[in-house]
């Protein structure tokens, strides 16, 4: 049984985004003035399949901090399986660190454990180049196997968490499609969007807000409040074992 694991890394994964086209470059659009990423900033998604309570996510800006002399934020992701998936477990641990200024990420780290299957990535951003590592066990009696390689990156190419502060942080124009580089499972690709619409949606926490409706290539959708904030309220996505959904439902800042 695979359902848990897709479903939760499809709906944050922007690796099934587009890779052709002629979008604008988002990497070279005007940044949100204020920006919108505030130290302390706690998001939680419920994670649905079929309407059935399949997992939770939470996103936390962590802290200020320093990497590679960088001044960064500390940006901590957690999803699980819960409910239904009881018997399934799986768990992912992402960890990115974003220089808020080139809204860029230094470093990112990212933790599976799926059943038996144990497996870490990280990611040291250098100027053009990213030091990728994997480590992985299948099972805990098979040996570790290990790939390491150096991958040539443009400027502001995105993690898999990154990208969404990236995004939350960028201009956005009505009915544009844009582009900007990710680094995804080894890999870096030209991911698409689409700013499809304006469109109003009832959530428990916010209440009635207005949000730009995100629409990738592959038919997902994602909301985002058409405000000061840019929170991602809702994601929507459908694969082949049915629609997936994440909802926000608790957002915490600091005081």
Not at 58 to 66: G, H, P, Y
Not at 169 to 185: A, C, D, H, I, N
Request: aromatic fraction near 10%; proline fraction near 5%; charged fraction near 30%.
């Amino acid at each position: 049984m695979h359902y848990a694991k897709y479903l939760i890394c499809t709906l944050f994964l922007f690796g099934n985004i587009a890779l052709n086209g002629s979008p604008m470059s988002l990497v070279d659009a005007e940044n949100v003035d204020p920006n919108p990423l505030q130290v302390g900033e706690k998001l939680t998604y419920d994670i649905r399949w079929k309407k059935l309570p399949a997992g939770k996510r939470t996103d936390w800006i962590v802290k200020e901090d320093v990497v590679n002399g960088a001044n960064v934020y500390r940006i901590q992701s957690e999803m699980k399986t819960r409910a239904l998936f009881r018997l399934y477990s799986f768990q992912n641990q992402q960890e990115t660190y974003l220089d808020p200024k080139v809204l860029s990420p230094v470093r990112f780290q990212n933790r599976v454990k799926d059943r038996k299957y144990r497996g870490t990535v990280k990611v040291e951003f250098r100027e053009g180049k990213a030091e990728y590592e994997k480590t992985s066990r299948p099972k805990p009696q098979l040996p570790q196997k290990r790939e390491t390689k150096v991958l040539e990156i443009p400027p502001g190419t995105q993690d898999e968490l990154s990208t969404i502060y990236f995004l939350r942080s960028k201009q956005l124009t009505l009915g544009e499609t844009y582009f900007f580089p990710l680094l995804v499972r080894g890999k870096v690709l030209k991911a698409t969007l689409t700013v499809e619409r304006r469109e109003f949606v009832k959530n428990k926490k916010l209440g009635n807000v207005r949000t730009l409706v995100l629409r990738t290539s592959e038919g997902g959708r994602f909301w985002i409040t058409d405000d000061d904030r840019r929170l991602p309220v809702k994601i929507e996505t459908e694969s082949k074992i049915g629609a997936i959904k994440a909802t926000l439902t608790d957002v915490e800042m600091a005081n």
